[in-house]
């Protein structure tokens, strides 16, 4: 039985389940196994949704992982359905369980490639053309082969081509002893000529072997070049999470520096998802992250380099006993401007078996109330079969609002359409980047500030990969409210500052460095 999410006042929808009507049906199936009582050693704990638009029409495509069950990539037909895609069974991915995945053209070609987390190893597929894809794993050499369970893609040298990060998680029976090795996390450099090479020597080594759940490449010092942080379980290292960094060429290499304690960011906790975003306006990137049967975290950023923990103030803990938090991830799902929190969950059971120790539970939505604290909304109780893990954001549909992708352990997978536009008129502006030359072609790293005639000034940043074993859509959404657009500037990669000054809003913009340098970007 499923119901709407609903605000309980006024009660008004706000996330419906479309998933029959979308036409979506891929099972998700993962055991524990019968004769190991230990939870962390059993079972592979992780769904992977990714949106992605791989054959270039201008809509949001959807790939999902089965774990036991195939891998499934979905067409968007461009009328709220999607359809089994011709080239799914070249990305099934049936030898190994899958766990995660994301999109990202790592080779420049405006092709957007398909990166699989597996247990097991990882698999890269080349998108050729939109008309089929290529296992090109070793030719690359990004098949790590450990428990993945997500990964992110960001071009930290500004060489003009994507590197990726791993996390793995492991975690021996009864985590004594524990083989720490196994749930090592790897840093890839993109080569330039569709190869990778292993530079995860550039990093401590002791700080890559955290259990780690989800990273995100985030410019947290707002210096120009893409931070790193990761989420890391504690459960069978406790190092905390991780803050690395980006300090420039060097370093035999590169340099990294660990500034986790002296930021303020290394949490010591039971880490799950990633979120990064803007949720206060002030112009840095700030951290929420989820946690096991303790509050969830919410970090500001101060702008010195330096986080805060406002969890409490925030009022986004979600202390309920025994609730796991798992994906997460920042939007703006009423298009006023400020950024809410989508938070999957599960129940936490001490009865272990075949079914698990995870059961139902209602996800946290909270909702901005743009005095530094959130309202968590009333919500019914939705999914009654399954527990929320991974879960990713998009508006497949157009209609100027963001949906969620949310994958239910061991059970499937469903789609909630965003239906405030139903009863609201709140203006809206996405915007679509592209990368030419020395910059990524999925502009990855670029920031977009849009100012309107209130006075407000939000910022996003492009990004791949946060959340849990999850793609998010890589196009910046941006609600407006009922103010006026007064002008949009891009921050790009390589430095570049181009100014929009004249954009329509509740439109799609589809803008590329060269054209924006052209015509500078004004509509």
């Known amino acids: ?12 929808i706000v996330f419906r389940d479309v998933t029959d009507q979308a036409r979506i049906n891929v099972p998700h199936r993962a055991i524990w196994y019968e004769d190991i009582l230990d939870p962390y050693e059993n079972g592979y704990l992780a769904t992977g949704q990714a949106w992605g638009d791989f054959n270039n029409d201008g809509w949001v495509d959807l790939y999902v992982t089965g774990n036991l069950e195939p891998n499934v990539l979905y067409i968007n037909q461009q009328d709220g359905t999607f359809g089994v895609a011709s080239q799914s069974e070249q990305v099934a991915v049936t030898d ?65 081509f994507l590197d990726l990060y791993v996390t793995n998680w492991s975690c021996q029976h009864a985590c004594d002893p524990v083989d720490l090795s196994l749930s ?46 990761v989420v890391n379980d504690k459960v069978s290292h406790p190092i905390g999470n991780v803050l690395w960094r980006n300090d420039g060429a060097g370093c035999e290499g590169w340099c990294w520096t660990d500034v986790s304690a002296q930021a303020g960011a290394q949490a010591v906790v039971h880490g799950m998802g990633l979120a990064t975003g803007d949720y206060d306006n002030d112009g840095d ?14 970090l500001q950023n101060q702008g010195d380099g330096t986080f805060v923990d406002r969890t409490d103030v925030a009022r986004v803990g979600y202390d309920t006993e025994r609730t796991v938090g798992w994906g997460t991830a920042f939007l703006d799902f009423d298009n006023d401007g400020w950024l809410d929190i989508y938070l999957g969950t599960s129940g936490l059971s001490a009865n272990y078996g075949q079914a698990g120790m995870l059961y139902p539970f209602v996800d946290g939505i909270f909702h901005n109330r743009r005095d530094g604290s959130f309202a968590r909304l009333d919500v019914e109780a939705r999914w009654k079969q399954a527990a929320s893990m991974g879960l990713a954001t998009a508006d497949y549909d157009h209609d100027g609002f963001v949906d969620v992708i949310v994958g239910h352990w061991n059970k499937g997978y469903r789609l909630y359409r965003n239906e405030v536009g139903q009863h609201s008129d709140y203006r809206w502006l996405t915007i679509r980047l592209t990368g030419t030359d020395a910059v990524n072609r999925d ?81």
């Open 443 to 523: 502009a990855i790293g670029a920031r977009v500030r849009v100012t309107t005639d209130d006075g407000l000034t939000q910022m996003r940043e492009v990004k791949s990969g946060s959340s849990l074993g999850a793609g998010d859509d890589t196009a910046l959404h941006f609600g407006l409210g009922n103010a006026n657009l007064v002008d949009v500037t891009i921050q790009w990669p390589n430095g570049i500052t181009t100014t929009c000054d004249r954009l329509d809003t509740n439109q799609i913009w589809q803008i590329s460095l060269a054209e924006a340098q052209a015509s500078d970007c004004s509509g």
């Open 184 to 229: 090592q996390d790897v840093l890839y450099h993109n080569q330039g000529d569709g190869t990778f090479a292993d530079v995860s020597h550039l990093l401590d080594y002791d700080r890559l072997l955290g259990a780690g759940f989800a990273a995100s490449f985030a410019d947290y010092d707002n210096d120009g070049d893409l931070d790193l942080y």
């Open 96 to 160: 190994v369980p899958s766990g995660g995945a994301i999109w990202a053209d790592y080779d420049n070609d405006g092709w957007r490639d398909l990166y699989v987390l597996n247990l097991g190893a990882n698999r890269l597929f080349r998108n050729v053309r939109g008309e089929y894809f290529e296992d090109v794993t070793l030719h690359a050499g990004v098949g790590d082969a450990r428990k993945g369970t997500t990964a992110a893609w960001a071009d930290y040298d500004n060489d003009g």
């Open 1 to 12: 039985m499923f119901a709407p999410i609903v605000i309980a006042q006024p009660e008004e």
């Open 285 to 298: 990137l700030d951290f929420y992250f989820s946690n096991l049967v303790k509050p969830m975290v919410l």
